[in-house]
């Protein structure tokens, strides 16, 4: 490690957030993790953990008081296309709130760094109405036309950030997630991603049963696994690009092809039930790399099955677990005679 440095990670009780206090810590940084809510899976690595409400311009005081190097601004209220379809006015005001505040509590605690968490779903849906999707440049996200809600949150957080380089010379990094997954994500309860939600289903499917997919599965995405993800939010915090980086992989999968390499890992035969009413967000989307090849020398390299892996035997060993799926699992272990 070059020097030790003083780090506010936000969102640390979520998924990426917890994975990267954990990452922080180890290369021996002073880490400081605020939420609204404690990690759900297992205690912060953090040196504090704060719960505080950062749609508060008070609370986003506090979070980035004592002479912070850094802000990595994960939090914000969101899940899987599901729950971005159907919340548009809680979600915009939450993150328009949370963004706002923290960029200037921020600046007024003369933090030097901070990066901007922002989404593929900034990207104009005109550009991913085909499955065969051309990998979306950054560039693509103009003119606007991004995702409901959730899209136009996060694309004018992005604007707000280059706002407060060129007025207040604040150095603002921005990072473009496509979809991350891993264990200790979200699994259930509504705000679960594909990867999570199907992971879920299939552990919880007996052999030779059938899977609900939303829509007729011939959506495309690319999925990153959680490591690349933290490796690659440390490179472009530590980079000179002020620009909106891409984050993901190219690895261009449909969803039923995701269920398909889901139910080899957990050797299940599934029939897929074809939801079309359910929501599927653009029909495909992939990352281009270039830029981010280009500006690190670096992008992600885990496959998708090897992730898938690791992944599906957490969410398994979970759904075994909870008292919630008891019942389920009974059945899935002792058939029905
Ligand atoms: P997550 O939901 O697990 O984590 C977000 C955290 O923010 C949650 O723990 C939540 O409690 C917290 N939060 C929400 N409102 C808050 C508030 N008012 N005050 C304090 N904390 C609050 O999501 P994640 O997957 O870890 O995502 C992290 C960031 O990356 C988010 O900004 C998200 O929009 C972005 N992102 C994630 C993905 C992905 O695939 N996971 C894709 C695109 C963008």
């Known amino acids: 490690m070059s020097s030790q440095k003083r780090i506010l990670v936000?969102?640390?009780?979520?998924f990426i957030g917890h994975h990267l206090v954990k990452r922080l810590k180890k290369e021996g940084h002073w880490v400081r993790g605020v939420d609204i809510k404690c990690p759900e899976y297992e205690a912060s690595a953090g040196d504090q953990f704060e719960v505080l409400d950062l749609r508060k311009a008070e609370a986003c005081l506090l979070a980035t008081r004592g002479g912070i190097d850094e802000v990595y601004n994960l939090a914000a209220d969101m899940g899987g296309i599901g729950y971005i379809t159907s919340n548009h006015a809680d979600i915009s005001r939450n993150n328009i709130l949370i963004n706002a505040q923290m960029l200037e509590a921020?600046?007024?605690n003369g933090v030097k760094r901070f990066l901007f968490s922002s989404s593929a779903c900034v990207y104009a849906q005109g550009k991913q109405k085909n499955p065969e999707v051309t990998p979306l440049r950054e560039e693509d996200a103009f003119p606007a036309d991004p995702e409901p809600g959730y899209g136009w949150e996060k694309l004018f957080a992005e604007e707000l950030c280059r706002y407060y380089y060129k007025d207040f010379g604040f150095e603002t990094?921005?990072?473009r997630f496509h979809n991350v997954y891993g264990p200790l994500g979200t699994y259930d309860g509504g705000k679960e991603k594909a990867p999570a939600a199907i992971s879920r289903k299939v552990a919880l499917s007996e052999d030779g049963g059938d899977i609900e997919v939303w829509g007729d599965g011939e959506q495309t995405r690319s999925f990153m696994y959680i490591d690349d993800c933290v490796e690659g939010l440390i490179r472009i915090m530590?980079?000179?690009?002020?620009?909106?980086?891409?984050?993901?992989?190219d690895e261009l999968v449909t969803i039923n092809g995701l269920v398909d390499?889901?139910?080899?890992?957990?050797d299940k035969r599934l029939v897929k039930r074809h939801n079309l009413t359910g929501p599927q967000g653009v029909r495909g989307r992939n990352s281009d790399n270039s830029m981010l090849r280009r500006v690190l020398g670096w992008e992600p390299k885990i496959l998708l099955e090897q992730g898938l892996t690791i992944t599906y035997k957490w969410i398994e060993?979970?759904?075994?677990?909870?008292?919630?799926?008891a019942a389920q699992m009974n059945r899935v272990l002792t058939p029905a005679r």
Request: aromatic content about 2%.
């Open 173 to 175: 990094r921005i990072v």
């Open 317 to 325: 060993s979970e759904v075994q677990r909870s008292p919630k799926y």
């Open 238 to 249: 530590a980079s000179d690009c002020r620009d909106a980086l891409n984050l993901g992989t």
């Open 106 to 108: 921020a600046r007024q």
């Open 261 to 266: 390499i889901i139910s080899k890992i957990a």
């Open 10 to 14: 936000t969102g640390a009780g979520g």
